[in-house]
């Protein structure tokens, strides 16, 4: 992590991180079950327990997960948020459809005029 | 990689202003071309909020009301908890054409840092299910006692 929060730098591991099957499958397995040890993951995810230890820390590294003792001398890895936070204003932005939303408007407008004329046509005809 | 920070729209409309204006400042505008519901306190300050069929729902607080010309307020970035500080202010432009209006939409603040840089800030309210299960725990704990 950068010492200075830098909001694309923050996006960008994120979306480096996200990248990798097996690393959505580690975040996906912590976000569904809560936290776990590598031992605990290699159990449920097609990955040697080795691969898994690299990708957590990478993961780490990014502040996807925090490093917490767990039972014993054994470490539990918690997902953190707040990155994907960050990340999710980026994809906030994408996904705002002011475009369609612009279009449903006039299309709106010009309904509301078309029933308008179609009351004062009728109105006229009787 | 560049982050957006400002999202500019702008629409010729072959409406008169007037009518512009009601349809983005109303419960009966906003519901029926942008939500499926609204209802709308409309003054500096007031709240609105939008429905939708699917569920989903979003609370806006009214910024800027300067009929028929400028309507702004803040809302929520989608996507990020309800309780999150950051929102992004939009504001919509109505200029007076030959053919109707000019509609000028402006949405920005998508690139903005939580107050306090965003690890000191998110740490406090992401402890998450693990201390509010605790917090819980330890309710009913007292209560049993």
């Known amino acids: 992590m950068p010492s200075r929060p830098d909001i694309e730098a923050v996006a960008e591991e994120v979306f480096t991180a996200l990248a990798d099957p097996s690393r959505r499958g580690i975040l996906a397995a912590l976000a569904a079950r809560g936290p776990a040890t590598a031992t605990d993951l290699a159990a449920g995810l097609p990955i040697s327990r080795q691969a898994i230890a690299k990708h957590l820390g990478l993961l780490a590294e990014a502040g996807l997960v925090a490093a917490e003792p767990g039972e014993g001398r054994r470490i539990r890895y918690r997902l953190r948020s707040a990155p994907i936070q960050v990340a999710q204003q980026f994809l906030a932005a994408l996904a705002r459809d002011w475009d369609r939303e612009l279009e449903a408007l006039r299309e709106h407008l010009d309904a509301a005029v078309a029933s308008a004329t179609q009351e004062t046509n009728k109105g006229w005809e009787s | ?145």
Request: charged content about 25%; hydrophobic content about 35%; glycine content about 12%.
């Open chain 2, 1 to 145: 990689m560049g982050f957006p920070d400002r999202i500019e729209r702008t629409v010729e409309i072959a409406h008169p202003p007037a009518k512009v204006w009601s349809a983005v400042t109303t419960a009966e505008g906003l519901g029926t071309w942008f939500g499926n519901a609204a209802s709308i306190d409309l003054r500096p300050g007031g709240a609105a909020e939008m429905t939708w069929t699917s569920g989903e729902k979003a609370s806006m607080r009214i910024e800027r009301v300067e009929e028929p010309t400028v309507f702004g307020f803040t809302w929520g970035i989608s996507g990020l908890p309800d309780g999150d500080p950051r929102r992004t202010y939009v504001e919509f432009k109505l200029e007076p054409t030959d053919t109707g209006t000019r509609l000028t939409v402006t949405e920005s603040g998508f690139a903005q840092l939580p107050e306090g840089g965003h690890r000191a800030a998110f740490e406090g309210n992401t402890e998450g299910w693990a201390s509010e299960l605790g917090e819980l725990v330890e309710y009913l704990d007292a209560i049993a006692a």
